[in-house]
């Protein structure tokens, strides 16, 4: 009986490189086996796998065995063949396209081969031929995969945005911007007065008030396609020509997003990779436009849904004051007006004085109703933090009623001088005065003044509020209110 015929050599070895590549569906894994089987299957002592970008071309990622060698040296095509004593070379097509190219350099000592045959080369393009394939799949399924991550990402924006849960809402952007496209930071630039463009807001893994009001000066070529809300695609931020930034040489690769939704521009999302990272791909480029696209609509939707509510806080307020207006200070000014009649006919002197206390205690809580209607009528907007903020945020809200602002003077250190119960009393009777002075006919001038240089007469230190203004006085009513209190 004939013996079954020897198998050519390096058959169980292919047969187990064409396995070992196909084990994977992620692409990196798939990658590094194909480099490894490569170099197992022909004696190799290095091995280099470089990827082109399928619609731009370029090399986009790399990966080897041992010292990485050049994937393309200079006057090497990406589609040529390249066999040589010490060399080995040849393109891994997908759907007919140079997906990358494999190169294999050297002999390792004790092989007693001292270059690649003919054979090694038919065994490579094999392999090749298999890893095409097994590539082409792995690539379809990691487009999947970061597809999905930025469909969640937008998604996870969008819900943040109208939810109320995000606190800055273009830092929200770029932070979740910034970990989808694995950037070194993200920030958005926003259109300044004088025709350029400021970075407003910023996250990156370090500081991110270093990138905060870096500027993209007028005339710059790249800001004539941002502001025309086209899309940048950066090779190397640092050598580009058209990047004026200061803080451009701190980065690599990049991407310049428009964020535009019904015709208007926002402001552009800008995703600088370091300087020695991977650059973008087109994948890279059409998903992060998409991602620009949706966080621009949702950043339009959450502003038009804070006017909303902001609108109804409005209309609640104006209820609110006209029922007090209308109902509680009428009835309370009806009932004062009795009281005062009454006191007038009475006789027995602790009657008159009761009456004329209930007609204080009137007279003040209209007072103090009034206020509450005035502060009812300032718009709605962040609370400020300092007790200045406090103070101006209350006469900016009366010039709203008295056609003009008050003229605000501090004396002092007001900050460090005043306790928090303190300057709650001040504001209480900063704006009881406002709301009087705002019903005062004739009234074009309201000075405010805050002094903390002004001991007590006791010799403690104090604090006086003086609110003064030029309208028509009646001889009752005080030409201005002082108070002066401790600190």
Known sequence: MTPPPEPPAGLPLLLDAVLNVGSELDLMPTLQHLVESAVALTGAK??????????????????????????LPPGEAPDAVVHAPDTLALPIHVQHTVFGRLRLTGRPPGTGRTGFTDDDLALLRILATQAGIALGNARLYDTAKQRERWIEGAAAVTTALLTGRAGDALTTV?????????????????????????????????????????????????????????????????????????????????????????????????????????????????????????????????????????????????????????????RLFATGMMLESTQRRTQAEDVRA?????????????????TTIFALQQPP??????????????????????????????????????????????????????????????VSRVDVTIDTRTPLPDGRAGVRLTVSDDGAHEDAEPAALVWHAPR
């Open 46 to 71: 290095h091995g280099v796998l470089g990827v082109f970008d399928p619609v731009h071309g370029g090399l986009v990622e790399a990966v080897g065995t041992g010292d990485v060698q050049p994937v």
């Open 174 to 330: 770029a932070e979740q911007a910034r970990l989808l496209a694995g950037a070194a930071a993200g920030v958005v630039l926003q259109p300044t007065e004088a025709g350029g463009m400021e970075i407003v807001a910023a996250a990156t893994t370090d500081d991110p008030q270093e990138l905060l009001g870096a500027t993209i000066l007028p005339g710059s070529a790249v800001l004539e396609q941002l502001l025309t809300g086209e899309p940048v695609f950066i090779d190397d931020s640092a050598t580009d020509p058209r990047m004026t930034t200061e803080v451009r040489s701190r980065f690599g690769p990049s991407m310049m997003l428009p964020l535009k939704a019904d015709g208007k521009l926002i402001g552009t999302l800008a995703l600088p990779r370091a300087p020695d990272d991977r650059p973008y791909t087109s994948v890279d480029h059409l998903l992060a436009t998409q991602f620009a696209t949706q966080a621009a609509l949702a950043l339009v939707l959450a502003e038009a849904q804070e006017s909303r509510e902001r609108l109804a806080v409005y209309e609640d307020r104006d209820r609110i004051a006209r029922d007090l207006h209308d109902l509680v200070v009428q």
């Open 354 to 370: 009761t009456l004329a206390q209930a007609v204080d205690e009137l007279e003040s809580t209209i007072q103090e109703v009034r």
């Open 381 to 442: 907007a962040d609370a400020p933090t300092t007790f200045r903020g406090k103070v101006l945020r209350e006469t900016a809200g009366a010039a709203a009623i008295l056609g003009f602002t008050p003229s605000v003077h501090f004396t002092g250190a007001v900050e460090a001088a005043l306790a928090d119960p303190v300057q709650s009393r001040l504001l209480s009777h900063l704006r009881r005065a406002l709301a009087t002075a705002s019903r005062r006919p004739g």
